[in-house]
């Protein structure tokens, strides 16, 4: 059987910093089965190649089997390989996964009838049985998919999460162009990383304990199938096979193992851990370094992640930075209390933020910091208290623009709103307006409007709708650059021109309320 899978273009304004190693794991998955395989990697090139020569790239044989990946900023990309990819290969079993359709697959698959099967959250068992009932056909008895009989789309029982992460395969690497991400290694803007020169990312948890509302975990963890299935449906798979872990890891011993592999391989001298959050298990964190500076691999490679605030403490700083690594990357999210709390929603205080900045600096290792604007309830004083935190800690930071990505917290609380920004008819009914209008009808519009919200996905730094109930699209355009420029005085001003009232806190700094004082007080002594 022939077997292609494709790699969807990511973050084309910048350097290709994201190597398909997800999609290379069920190439590795197929290859094991005794199919040819390719991988297409669309991300590889800068600039991207034209639609003629992907299409031509796709064209090169007629391929029983073409599977595609990508989250939800991809989509707009991923719409078009699809148009693609089954006019070239009509008789294709087209098979599609990752979070652009794990959280709503039956609706991707009616608005891309190109599909035949959506694989829903963690892929490898599914996939690997998808190849094996290939000719057979019998989709029904694949867990964790819904496909096309009938005209219908039809949901099998979902799967449980993988217990033993160690079972995966390695990445097939030799089917990626290693030698042209290499050229891109520096371009990764972080201490340690920007001076390597043979750099890799890979994964190395799936899932996080934390519940920031802005965040998903691509169907991979028990929060994700709890959103996805319910409680009680939950419940039912921990009975199965056994408990659905909210984090879970490869072993150190299984990491350890890959990475002197791609050394000897690759000769490689960075690792970005591209995990949601490795030191929120400091017994794991602690296990990993030992092993890994037994190994001798703190004398030649050099290691970054993404860590939690209130994990990072001076003995996880001191082991992190023995065994090589050099950054560590933190959600701060906001400087404000009342947004971290109400509405980003993972435990974590400015405190916390600013004690593991200060644990990271003391002990050696660069914090890495984002932070967002435009959350639900942040209003002018929680945006005032982010870019004091950016003063106190003197950085330069452009923050994100919160995106309501689908399965995330804040998109299945504010759909009805996002949706309304892609059809004006829809925000009209919603004021009770029209009520004569089917509900036929009313089901067709948001099924248009959603598919308009996901074709204007991208990154985080680009507008596409908002959730914010006090700023509107301009408001947070303007907010941004003012944030990242850490220009007080200009955001206070802003306040005052869009009638936003700020705390007294900050009235020494506004050049409004300074410019009142000064003329009452001429007024009153003249």
């Keep these: 059987m022939k077997v292609l899978l494709i790699h969807p273009p990511v973050r084309v304004d910048h350097d290709p910093l994201d190597i398909p190693a997800g999609l290379s794991i069920l190439a590795s998955i197929s290859m094991n089965e005794g199919n040819k395989t390719a991988l297409l990697d669309l991300n590889i090139e800068r600039p991207i190649p034209s639609w003629n020569d992907i299409a031509k790239q796709i064209a090169v044989e007629s391929w029983d089997l073409i599977a595609i990946g990508g989250l939800s900023s991809m989509y707009k990309d991923i719409k078009k390989i699809l148009y693609i990819s089954r006019k070239l290969n009509p008789n294709s079993l087209i098979v599609c996964g990752g979070g652009f359709i794990t959280y709503m697959p039956d609706k991707i698959m009616r608005f891309n009838p190109e ?19 290939f000719d057979s056909k019998k989709w029904d008895s694949i867990k964790g998919i819904c496909y096309r009989e009938n005209n219908e789309i039809v949901f099998t029982a979902p799967r449980p999460l993988i217990p033993n992460l160690d079972v995966i395969p390695y990445p097939a690497w030799d089917l990626l162009d290693m030698e042209e991400y290499f050229k891109y290694s520096g371009s990764m803007w972080f ?30 963890n028990r929060w994700d199938q709890i959103a996805l299935l319910g409680n009680e449906k939950v419940k039912l798979l921990d009975q199965e096979a056994g408990f659905q872990a909210i984090t879970r890891f490869f072993s150190p011993k299984y990491v350890v193992e890959h990475t002197l592999y791609l050394s000897e391989k690759y000769g490689i001298d960075y690792i970005c851990l591209l995990d949601e959050n490795l030191t929120s298990s400091p017994k794991r964190v602690h296990e990993l370094c030992d092993l890994w500076i037994k190994e001798g691999l703190n004398k030649k490679i050099q290691l970054g992640t993404a ?91 452009n923050p994100f623009i919160c995106t309501p990505y689908p399965g995330t917290k804040i998109f299945m609380d504010n759909q009805d709103f996002i949706l309304e920004q892609y059809d004006e008819k829809l925000r009209l009914l919603q004021a009770g307006r029209f009520p004569n209008i089917s509900k036929d009808k009313i089901t067709k ?53 869009r009638n936003w009232s700020h705390k007294p806190k900050w009235d020494k700094e506004c050049p409004v309320c300074n410019a009142e004082e000064i003329l009452n007080k001429i007024c009153i002594n003249p």
């Design 115 to 133: 599909i035949d099967i959506a694989a829903i959250g963690e892929g490898e068992d599914t996939f690997k049985e998808i190849l094996q009932n």
């Design 191 to 220: 201490n340690g990383a920007w001076k390597s020169k043979r750099r890799v990312n890979f994964v190395t948890e799936r899932g996080c304990p934390r519940q920031c509302t802005f965040c998903t975990h691509n169907g991979m």
């Design 307 to 397: 860590g939690d605030a209130p994990s990072i403490t001076p003995e996880i700083v001191k082991h992190m930075k023995e065994a090589g690594f050099t950054f560590i990357t933190i959600g701060g999210e906001s400087g404000s209390d009342k947004v971290l709390l109400k509405d980003i929603g993972k435990g974590v205080t400015r405190a916390h933020n600013q004690q593991a900045v200060d644990t990271l600096i003391a002990g050696g290792v660069s914090p890495v910091m984002t932070f967002m604007v435009g959350n639900p309830n942040e209003d002018i004083n929680d945006v005032l208290e982010t870019v004091d935190f950016f003063i106190q800690n003197n950085v330069e930071i």
């Design 445 to 497: 519009w948001k099924d248009e409007a959603l598919e308009k919200f996901l074709l204007s996905l991208n990154n985080a730094t680009d507008y596409s709708c908002t959730v914010s109930k006090h700023f509107d699209f301009s408001d947070l355009i303007s907010i941004r650059y003012f944030m990242h420029t850490k220009d007080v005085s200009r955001l206070l001003k802003l306040s005052h021109l």
